[in-house]
């Protein structure tokens, strides 16, 4: 694998970037997998936008936007050396600074926003994943690059599978061998060792199936 496409697919593979594809999937192409979405989204908009478009940009700016700029301010105020966060010490305080911002966004959804109840629940499985993740790291460097794409292969599979949506089936092989490509990237790129990619992988696929199954 060459090493700029190893670094390209990283990057634009981040896990942050895993709740807003989650999503986006199930919004436009399994729609029928969160109960009320079709019904409010024909009847409410958010200013110039579908009830849709509203939702999928608010969890983008919440999961993705808002944790990326607190990750830079920390690097700016050089509580941590490097953006790519390689070493523990540097994954630390991102990660704890992460998983409060995951489960704000959970809450919120869970309180606020009760008419999808599958969204509260996929977000909170989320947040319990960056909440291991985080205290692992304590401890040892698991792959958040595996956790992240394994748990969006196991919502959606799990989903898929649940509801009999047979729409998902693409995206979930897309999405599978996206996940391939992504784990021999970080293992070219020599950020995690086999070992912490298949920990990584585990982890994510028993949050996202377990709460797939027995919640959703």
């Not at 190893?6 to 986006?24: G, V």
Request: proline content about 4%.
């Amino acid at each position: 694998m060459n090493t700029r496409f190893a670094q390209i697919l990283s990057a634009l593979l981040h896990p942050l970037a895993m709740p807003t594809i989650i999503f986006a999937v199930l919004f436009y192409i399994g729609p029928e997998s969160i109960h009320n979405l079709e019904l409010f989204n024909g009847t409410s908009r958010v200013g110039m936008m579908s009830l849709k478009l509203g939702l999928l940009l608010l969890i983008f700016l919440q999961t993705f936007i808002l944790p990326v700029f607190c990750i830079y301010a920390l690097h700016r105020f050089k509580i941590i050396k490097d953006l790519k966060m390689e070493t523990l010490a540097d994954r630390r305080v991102p990660y704890l600074v992460t998983v409060a911002i995951y489960t704000f966004v959970a809450v919120f959804f869970t309180f606020k926003l009760r008419q999808f109840p599958e969204v509260s629940l996929i977000l909170t499985s989320i947040a319990f994943s960056i909440s291991a993740v985080s205290f692992i790291s304590l401890f040892w460097k698991i792959s958040a690059h595996a956790v992240g794409v394994s748990g969006t292969v196991g919502a959606l599979a799990g989903i898929g599978a649940k509801f009999g949506i047979e729409q998902l089936f693409f995206p979930i092989l897309i999405a599978i061998l996206v996940a391939g490509y992504l784990m021999a990237a970080r293992l070219h790129l020599n950020a995690h060792t086999p070992a912490q990619i298949i920990a990584g992988t585990a982890l994510g696929l028993a949050v996202s199936l377990s709460v797939v199954i027995f919640f959703i």
